[in-house]
């Protein structure tokens, strides 16, 4: 059988996934050419990082980038390429174990009255590790989970009586038939507490043990007993919410009878929407807050910190604007309940160097060894469409290169690593691109192509991966989308944002600044740089000289408003503007928030020494040391879950075109997000589309 020729468009975690799953088959080579065609100089897509050699070899990210432990495939990939690389004990990032760190604090900022509080939860450690391959539980054993722990927290919280609820004998009769009911069953006995909030508690543990007593399998549920349970969940998210706008509780109390309102308005809402028969997707035209509001969460927990966080941790507003907070429910509610009840070892993983460094080395290095061939600076320009199939790809070549071929990788440490701008000593035109400080990653460049080549059909390839992100399909996919009503809706109803985002090297660690709960990922804070992960870990990894070496790394991002119009590539001055803009916000941002956050940092305002600065520069001019980043080409722009949205996605294997393959965070999976494991279940999709492997993709159902 001939050998069937694989393109490969993009370099990000769905196109790489699928490489990786085609070169796990048994005989790949006897049966695929894999070649992956890549712009400009480094992969990574929206997750790429480099180092910069005029500042120390530091660290500068697209934003910041921290792991969910139930990224179960994504690590899988990782495990496997760290396996086969087998880099010699004690070199830096020998092992996934040396690369990864287990990360156990979030902290949510609420917007009070007040003022600004933050609340930081300490997540407890669990035995098992992500990739290890255990099977995802079911919605059912999820539920089950959370009704424990809300009944759990509710016992815990103790007497509330001064919150001014009511006592248990104020219990409305249909709910005590119901109770009377379940007790008579014998699906719980009856249990007098003493404290003032036996009433939430019995209507707590009556849901409970109604949800235990009930099989598995949902097919086996009675829908009385969903009746039941719905009808239970009423009245206590009804008491729930008198508790909390009675206020006199203090703000562990209230905090945590917020976080039972939504629980409990969630199951009520999986319940009476048979979500567990119809799958997450039938709640996805409604967006995440108004369908918790249509199931009786109160504005406190609608508005709260928690939920907030969800858009903000996905940047989840249309256009980019903090007003329009979008996300389809099931998106939502599927990604909570495997971030909260699905992780391995901890709820975050955070990488100990870039995310190049971490990620898409090894994944490089090992497809790179197994024979997949990787083609830099190739600008993919159209795909050409006739009789179903793409029988054409028009490619730019962007430079040409000393040696016929790239090596992309630099040593820092000892670590290979991505460097932030191209190896100029490859590159013939180096010289010029480097004096005029030309991006080749920007589609806005006016940089002009040194060639164009035009690949084949049954020459140059036979099937194509399209392993871009979703925004530059309306650039080089026309003529599919023309042809096909699924791919016009898929580019018009499926939304992107820009992003924006800041790093910051400091004189002084967190706890000098006045940061006392640990290191820690928090969200829900204030706009437009309202997410905050403190990656301190990355500075053994820098370079700095011992009088420059920074205490305390910070990275912080957040959606970035599309302009009114966003202009033609022919505008070349456009990435400069938004960079500018993201610059000015940083500054503002600083000086008007930074302070709440680490009190420390600020005396008359902000102070700008702070910053390390090899300049010397003086007030906010030190913040042009740092590095920010305003993430506005297509290949960049984050892909959203808007309400109503899912449905448009299309499958990886099942594009409409016989020989194009989809890879990404925007085909349809089990997950449908924009998030690194989707990204790779999307690429493993593909794999599993052309060649049987891998024979399972765990989370494709549907949790």
């Known amino acids: 059988m001939p050998i069937k020729k694989i393109a490969i468009i993009g370099g990000g975690v769905g196109a790489l996934s699928a490489a990786f799953g085609i070169t796990e088959a048994p ?100 035995s098992s590790q992500p990739g290890d391959g255990t099977p995802m539980p079911s919605v059912w054993v999820g539920i089950l989970r959370v009704l424990e722990w809300m009944l759990d927290t509710l016992l815990g919280l103790g007497d509330m009586q001064s919150s001014g609820a009511s006592s248990p004998s104020e219990l409305p009769g249909p709910i005590k038939k119901v109770i009377d009911d379940a007790a008579a069953r014998h699906l719980f006995d009856r249990v007098e507490l003493a404290a003032s909030s036996v009433a939430e508690v019995q209507l707590a543990n009556a849901v409970h043990k109604i949800a235990r007593a009930c099989p598995e399998d949902v097919n086996l549920h009675a829908a009385t007993d969903h009746a039941a349970m719905v009808l239970l969940l009423d009245e206590l998210i009804k008491r729930l ?18 976080l039972c309102d939504i629980v409990a308005a969630e199951v009520r809402g999986i319940l009476a929407d048979d979500v567990l028969f119809n799958g997450f997707n039938s709640i996805d035209n409604v967006d995440y807050q108004a369908w918790l509001g249509q199931n009786g969460a109160n504005d406190q927990a609608v508005n709260s910190g928690v939920t907030r966080g969800i858009y903000d941790f996905l940047f989840a507003y249309l256009n980019g604007n903090s007003q329009q907070p979008m996300i389809g429910a099931g998106a939502a509610l599927r990604c909570i309940f495997r971030l909260v009840m699905w992780y391995k070892g901890a709820i ?8 190049g460094d971490t990620v898409f080395t090894p994944l490089y290095q090992v ?19 006739q009789n179903g199939l793409v029988q054409t790809i028009q490619i730019g070549q962007q430079v040409t290169l000393t040696n016929g071929t790239y090596n992309p990788l630099v040593e820092v440490g ?13 590159i013939v035109q180096g010289q010029q691109l480097q004096q005029l400080g030309i991006n080749l990653e920007s589609a806005w460049t006016p940089w002009q192509d040194v060639a164009e080549i035009t690949l084949q059909r049954g020459v140059d390839f036979d099937l194509v991966i399209l392993g871009t992100s979703l925004a530059p399909l309306k650039d080089i996919c026309t003529e599919l989308i023309a042809a096909s009503p699924a791919w016009q809706n898929m580019v018009e109803k499926i939304q992107t944002v820009q992003t924006q985002s800041f790093q910051l090297w400091l004189t002084e660690d967190l706890p000098t600044l006045g940061w006392t709960d640990g290191q820690t990922v928090l969200t829900a804070y204030a706009h437009p740089f309202e997410s905050w992960a403190d990656m301190s ?87 042009s040391s740092q590095y920010s980043r305003a993430n506005i080409d297509p290949n960049e722009r984050y892909v959203l879950s808007v309400p109503g949205s899912t449905q448009y996605r299309l499958k990886a294997g099942e594009s409409g075109f016989a020989n194009l393959y989809l890879a990404g965070d925007w085909v349809l999976n089990g997950l449908n997000i924009g ?6 279940m999307g690429g493993l999709e593909a794999s599993q589309a052309i060649c049987g492997y891998p024979q399972e993709i765990v989370g494709e159902t549907d949790f």
């Open 27 to 126: 005989n790949w080579q006897q049966q695929f050419e894999i070649t992956v065609y890549q712009l400009g100089w480094r992969l990574g897509g929206k997750g790429a990082s480099g180092r910069n050699p005029n500042v120390y070899n530091r660290i500068e990210e697209h934003g910041f980038h921290v792991w969910g432990g139930f990224y179960e495939n994504a690590f899988r990939i990782m495990t496997a390429c760290y396996d086969e690389l087998n880099r010699p004990p004690g070199s830096p990032l020998a092992t996934l174990q040396d690369a990864f760190k287990p990360s156990q604090t979030v902290t949510w900022a609420e917007d009070l009255t007040s003022g600004w509080d933050f609340w930081t939860n300490n997540f407890p450690e669990v």
């Open 241 to 258: 919410n008198a508790r909390v706008e009675a206020g006199g509780v203090d703000d562990d109390i209230r905090r945590f009878l917020i």
């Open 348 to 355: 975050f993983w955070r990488m100990q160097a870039g995310m």
């Open 367 to 385: 497809l790179q060894q197994r024979g997949v061939n990787f083609v830099f600076f190739n600008k993919i320009k159209n795909l050409g469409l």
């Open 414 to 426: 000892g670590l290979p690593c991505w460097p932030s701008e191209p190896l100029y000593d490859q």
């Open 537 to 623: 870990q990355v500075s053994p990894r820098e370079e700095w000289p011992p009088n420059l070496e920074p205490k305390s790394i910070e990275y912080f991002c957040g959606a970035l408003p599309d302009p009114t119009v966003i202009p033609p590539y022919s505008d070349h001055d456009f990435p400069s503007q938004e960079a500018a803009v993201v610059q000015e916000n940083s500054i503002n941002w600083i000086e008007q928030n930074m302070g709440t956050l680490w009190p420390n940092s600020v005396s008359t305002g902000f102070n700008w020494n702070l910053l390390v600065d090899p300049q010397g520069g003086t007030g906010p001019s030190r913040f």
């Open 675 to 680: 998030c690194v494991e989707s990204a790779a």
